[in-house]
């Protein structure tokens, strides 16, 4: 049973930082695309950055490009996001996903989902 399970989550002030960890099981981590997504009240859930499978690629959205940072440990099993210079507009819900093989932009490219965890970015 292929679990993600994201966590570090919670009140973060504009212009601080926040660093999300998402611990994965049941699955071969280290073969496995992860990606960030979020989603904000009455929006749609958005994609935010992705890394392969070695961390040596990587892919982010233009909205955090320069501000956020996605990294994963193989050894650990675990996929991080660290997020800088955090402005209001990028209060969500924070969900991390495994994708097997191909595109990765989309939610419907994704195999595996997190249960989220929720970030709030107060003035």
């Known amino acids: 049973q292929v679990q993600l399970v994201e966590s570090g989550g919670g009140l973060v002030q504009a212009g601080g930082s926040r660093r999300l960890p998402c611990a994965a099981s049941?699955?071969?981590?280290?073969?496995?695309?992860m990606g960030w997504f979020r989603q904000a009240p009455g929006k749609e859930r958005e994609f935010v950055a992705a890394?392969?499978?070695?961390?040596?690629?990587?892919s982010y959205a233009d909205s955090v490009k320069g501000r956020f940072t996605i990294s994963r440990d193989n050894a650990k099993n675990t996929l991080y996001l660290q997020m800088n210079s955090m402005t209001p507009e990028d209060t969500a819900v924070y969900y991390c996903?495994?994708?097997?093989?191909?595109?990765?932009?989309?939610?419907?490219?994704?195999?595996?989902w997190g249960q989220g965890t929720q970030v709030v970015v107060s003035l």
């Open positions: 890394v392969w499978w070695s961390g040596a690629r990587t």
């Open positions: 049941g699955l071969t981590f280290s073969t496995y695309t």
């Open positions: 996903a495994a994708l097997n093989s191909g595109k990765y932009l989309l939610p419907a490219d994704y195999d595996y």
